[in-house]
């Protein structure tokens, strides 16, 4: 029986914070996989999950979860899992995940600490899945037969390559890209950015977030190398990013202006070409896969974030506002659920093309 015809076993690092609890509403709902194992520090490690965890989802502990025992992060304690999502944060996901990786576990991370690595695939899952030609390069190097790590991006990241990944593939090259975030504080964990902070107010700044952006989407959108050694970023490409924390609980608006490297197509061809985006995870059958990788909001009001963070469960980026820029070629708002298509629901997708493909 091949990995995608099976239920396989999960473990969740980090799973007592946000991130964590995500993994935990999706994958409970997911029939690809069981909830096998949960790590934690080890404060938490020895308590049941419902004691050891503030449950901040707006879903319910899933009743099968609350009375797990939480384990510390040691591979020794995830014998038996077939997959290891990693919901650390990025002070200490560094050595744990290089920890499993090294023990020969399959590692989907949410962390930042292994996505700019040139032979780690940082990966959207419906947009660069070729990327996942480096797994071989991973495990030849560490003498693996089954470990591997894969990232997933930045939130804000895995919104904007949407578009501009469906534009780039129709239209050519994209010579310089403009976009500024208002981000939700969803996106800062918990307890997150202080109430005196954020109410009645917007703060113009994310630590490290702006040069995250404009890095991420250059390895994203480029290639891999002839060998399948090392990721190919992009070059020629030009990324301005400015990011912004506003009150808002989750989904993350961008606003993009962008000019193409040859002449610009028609605002119609853009709406037509981001309709018709697909992914080889859809195709695959992937269960978390959207039905529509870019929904656009025809209304000339949207995206907005409480209307339309949960398109596709999550999953699928929503697009509106598409006209003309009188300084670069085009611009419009977008629209990315950032704990799902920005965070866990990534990686879990990432895991089921993974599963499809045969490296797991």
């Not at 129709?170 to 890209?177: I, T, W």
Request: proline fraction near 6%; charged fraction near 20%; hydrophobic fraction near 40%.
């Amino acid at each position: 029986m091949s990995s995608s015809d099976r239920v396989l076993n999960a473990g969740v690092l980090g799973a007592t914070g946000t991130v964590g609890q995500r993994f935990i509403v999706l994958l409970s709902q997911n029939p690809m996989f069981r909830i096998h194992s949960l790590g934690a520090s080890e404060r938490s490690a020895g308590k049941a999950y419902r004691l050891a965890t503030k449950w901040k989802m707006s879903e319910l502990i899933p009743e099968a979860i609350k009375d797990v025992l939480v384990k510390p992060c040691d591979p020794a304690q995830f014998s038996g899992c077939d997959v290891v999502f990693s919901g650390l944060d990025a002070s200490v996901a560094g050595e744990i995940e290089k920890a499993f990786f090294e023990a020969d576990f399959a590692v989907f991370s949410n962390a930042k600490n292994y996505r700019m690595i040139p032979n780690v695939p940082l990966c959207v899952p419906v947009v660069n899945t070729d990327h996942y030609a480096l797994v071989a390069s991973q495990r030849a190097e560490r003498g693996l037969k089954k470990g591997f790590i894969v990232t997933n991006s930045n939130c804000s990241t895995s919104g904007l390559v949407v578009p501009l990944k469906a534009l780039q593939d129709k239209f050519g090259p994209l010579k310089r890209v403009m976009v500024t975030t208002l981000q939700a504080i969803s996106g800062a964990g918990y307890p997150g950015v202080a109430s005196l902070d954020i109410l009645d107010n917007i703060v113009p700044l994310i630590s490290g977030e702006e040069p995250k952006m404009e890095a991420e989407v250059m390895k994203i959108l480029g290639g891999v190398t002839a060998d399948a050694s090392a990721c190919a970023p992009l070059t020629d490409l030009r990324v301005s990013a400015t990011c912004n924390r506003v009150p808002v609980l989750d989904g993350h608006t961008e606003c993009v202006s962008l000019e193409f490297a040859r002449a610009p197509p028609s605002i119609e061809e853009i709406k037509q070409c981001l309709r018709e985006y697909t992914c080889e995870a859809q195709s695959l059958g992937c269960y978390s896969a959207p039905k529509q990788v870019i929904q656009l909001a025809e209304q000339e009001d949207r995206p907005q974030p409480r209307l339309d963070r949960n398109a596709g469960d999550g999953m699928s980026v929503t697009v509106g506002r598409i006209r003309e820029c009188p300084v670069f070629h085009v611009k419009f708002t977008l629209l990315v659920h950032n704990t799902v298509l920005g965070a866990a629901g990534a990686s879990i997708l990432n895991a089921e093309y993974a599963a499809k493909k045969g490296y797991l």
